[in-house]
């Protein structure tokens, strides 16, 4: 384990990893990914977190909200369930990556592969030149969502 004399940080496991809240929904999909840097190499101290609507598109002060840290290949998980659409957007979850390096953490979106005609509609995503990066692929059961903090494939970021 780091201590504060043998780096900068981050230290999330000291405090907000014991807490973590990676299971929103006991039933559900499963959402998984990882961090990685700009050559590509996994980030295993990050931690991720998510914020999303219920199935009616509402955001509930009881729901919606995750946090999951990186295990040492940079992989996140969650189970939750799939949001509806908002104020004329597709159905998404907000995501949050905080990781060494980074000041404050950075804002994503992951939207869902099987929303085809919602995602072609949602001003966010048309308004990204290339939005491939914000939308997951679906595999073995569950959603693949990779964070790519810098270089090529780099995942878009939205300010805050």
Not at 68 to 88: E, L, Q
Request: hydrophobic share 40%.
């Amino acid at each position: 384990m780091r201590t504060p004399s043998q780096t900068v940080g981050p230290f999330f496991s000291i405090g907000l990893l014991e807490h973590s809240a990676s299971e929103i929904s006991e039933v559900g999909i499963v959402v998984t990914g990882r961090v990685l840097d700009g050559a590509g190499e996994p980030v295993p101290d990050a931690m991720v977190e998510i914020w999303q609507a219920d199935e009616d598109g509402r955001y509930l002060p009881d729901f919606g909200w995750g946090r999951s840290g990186c295990d040492d290949d940079g992989r996140f998980s969650f189970v939750t369930r799939k949001p509806g659409g908002v104020d004329g957007q597709a159905p998404h979850l907000m995501v949050l990556t905080f990781a060494r390096g980074l000041l404050k953490p950075v804002l994503t979106r992951m939207y869902f592969p099987d929303e085809e005609q919602a995602n072609a509609e949602d001003p966010v995503l048309s308004a990204v030149g290339d939005p491939s990066t914000l939308i997951a692929r679906a595999g073995d059961g569950r959603l693949e969502f990779d964070i790519r903090l810098q270089g090529e494939d780099e995942t878009v970021f939205f300010a805050v």
